[in-house]
């Protein structure tokens, strides 16, 4: 009779909670992806995208999501990383910042009250309001913003949902500067893969080196750039796709490649670039639709190598072999100006480089470093061009999150986001080396070999890259690790210096005659 | 990164002939679009307009060659027969034709690609013909709407549009999911930027059978 009882009571409490689960909405703590929308931080983009409920921040920043339960699958597609049955949010009001133009009007208070919203302060000076959830957020909450032109972005107010003791571990970071106070830090694999938060300790700023992005344009305007942006005469570069001097970016390409090499670090802004401060030359010959002639590419390179660049970023190529670009090339090198190389992209195979080479990638002068791609878990990009020959090292090119024109971030792949690790990581070493980084054969010679000497060898690539000079380490990945200080002098080579005679020009090499 | 086997002996001529049937048969496809079977379709193109050469991309993604016409771009995927051929002779306005590939890029999203059968020298003087395409494949009507509005070909799907065209969209809704012959004009989709198909306008529309057999 007991047994039955029980039985029956364990029924009823089962079909209790199943009813409870069909019922109610789920509830997860996520990581979002960086938004596709470019008026929204990502978590209102998901919630935008999921339909559900914003319930706050949890302890470690990561918000908190009601969500029907068939809309869990499209929360999953949204997320980096998905955690179900999440802590309590943090007790502390929510707030959200919805930033305005100010030539187009605030956002009415009819939007705010159908937003479910009450304005907390208006913040001129910054062109945004601070305002506070009536209940909590919703996907209304977030389409009613959307539908005022006067919205130009809206994000959740972070500073004010993160617990003060964490707050007190941030700060307390930002003079430890391994974790920096950057947003998005957590999702940059890639820093930490070439161990550049290591060395951000000693080593983060390189001022007084010129790295000139030739790509797109850069949007110089973007708040994780615009205080890393060289400057001459009130102009940030040179745009020869529009023959003017404003290289703004309307692809977004040059402008995650800028992020990479030198978004602000540590201002509670976005991401970090390899160098918390540098000087970043805006070159721009390539289109809104990414594509652009080799003659404008000559010009960057001319009008950067004239204008002081120190290092050349160059995440573009082509199969043509150009003789006025090599020459434009070997002009740099006599000039003692690096210059970095994508290797290339080929949807799911890639491409042997040393059989079909794609340029400037393939020159062999003594200034390049070509870079292919290499991913979370240090293997090649299924994309990427390789070349025992003509590629010299890898760097983390898959998932790399960095700025976008117009306040935004986003997740790119390819061997156009290692290329910036490497240039970036060229302007760190040279400014560690040189009290006074110059254009000269010399300091290029030693920053190249610093890199190439130092790289990290993986087995797994061995037959993919770095075989030959200048390149020292087959299979070797970039790694800033020989910065850390207390190895002694950071700038010294941890491998003998290599035979002059070998180094200048690509050729296979048996390592064992450089030793 | 290579890899190599060995086909055993006796297969060889087995292997031999498949691949020159294989061969034989992409010829002549190529050669005649009109009867191109529809079951591996395709998308031939004839357009004219100014050749570029020496295109780099970001990431590397592009052949190096395209022609641009009507606020389109399309890239050129060259033999070396072709490539040598305008090596020697300095074009601008070129008459291209070939057949029309949507590619999927890494850092480029979407790629227009023509891998190209023939390229001819124009006179730029001369009046530019709008591109025309021919397209072999099915109709695939949508549910709910009143015309056919995509057209599959060897598993894409590419939008079509009818223009003034008042007994076509019957015939197509009459002869949906079988295999024709469809042929127009292609123009750019100024709406949607590169990434976006170019709107193809059908002007004429057979069932691919009767063609064949003509």
Known sequence: MIRRLALGLGVVFCVQAWCCDALHAERFR?????????????????????????????KRGKPIFDVAPEQSNALRSMALSVDENPPQPTSRPMRLLVSYDQKGGRPTAETLKTAGLK????????????VEPVETVSSQTVDTLMNDDAVVYAAPDYIMSIPTNETVRIVAASTDTETPTDPLWGHLWGMKNINANKVWRTHREASNVIVAVIDTGVDYNHPDLKNNMWTKNGSHGFDFFDDDDTPLDEQGHGTHVAGTIGAEGNNNVGVVGVCWKTQIM???????DGSGSTADAVKCIDWAVANGAHV???SWAGPDNSRELAAAITRAEQRGVLFVAAAGNTVNRGNNNDAAPYYPAAFPNGNMITVGAIDVNNAAGTFTHYGKISVDIGAPGVGIVSSMPNNRYAELDGT???????????????????????????????????????ARPLPSLQQLWGQSAPARVPGGVLDLAFLIESSGDPTQPTQPPVTPKFVERRAIINPAKLR | MTCSFEFPRKYDMMFLTAVGMIVLGCASCAAEPGKANPQD??????????????????????????????????????????RRQIEKEEHRQVTVEGRLRRVAGVAIPVRWIVDVEKLTKRDSKAPKPKAEFTFTGRF??????????????????????????TDLPAKAMALAGKPVIAQGTAEANTEGGPKKYPIFHIRQLREWEASASK
């Open chain 1, 30 to 58: 996520i990581a979002a992806k960086p938004s596709g929308e470019k008026r929204l931080a990502p978590e209102l983009d998901v919630l935008r995208h999921c339909k559900g409920r914003l319930m706050g921040f949890c």
């Open chain 1, 119 to 130: 304005a907390v302060e208006d913040y001129q000076r910054g062109s945004f309001l601070i």
């Open chain 1, 282 to 288: 805006a070159m721009r010959f390539l289109g809104p």
């Open chain 1, 312 to 314: 050349l970023c160059n």
């Open chain 1, 416 to 454: 156009s986001m290692a290329a910036p690790h490497v240039a970036g990581a060229a302007a760190l070493v040279w400014a560690k080396a040189y009290a006074t980084p110059t254009q000269s054969p010399e300091q290029m010679k030693r920053v190249r070999d610093l890199i190439l000497q130092n």
């Open chain 2, 41 to 82: 379709g395709a998308v031939h193109v004839i357009c004219h307009g100014r050749l570029l050469q020496g295109v780099v991309a970001i990431g590397g993604e592009t052949t190096g060659t395209t022609v641009s016409f009507d606020g389109m771009t399309w890239e050129l995927k060259l033999s070396d027969e072709v």
């Open chain 2, 140 to 165: 695939s009507p949508v549910m709910g709407k009143a015309l056919p509005q995509s057209f599959e070909v060897a598993g894409e799907t590419w939008p079509v549009a009818w223009g003034n065209e």
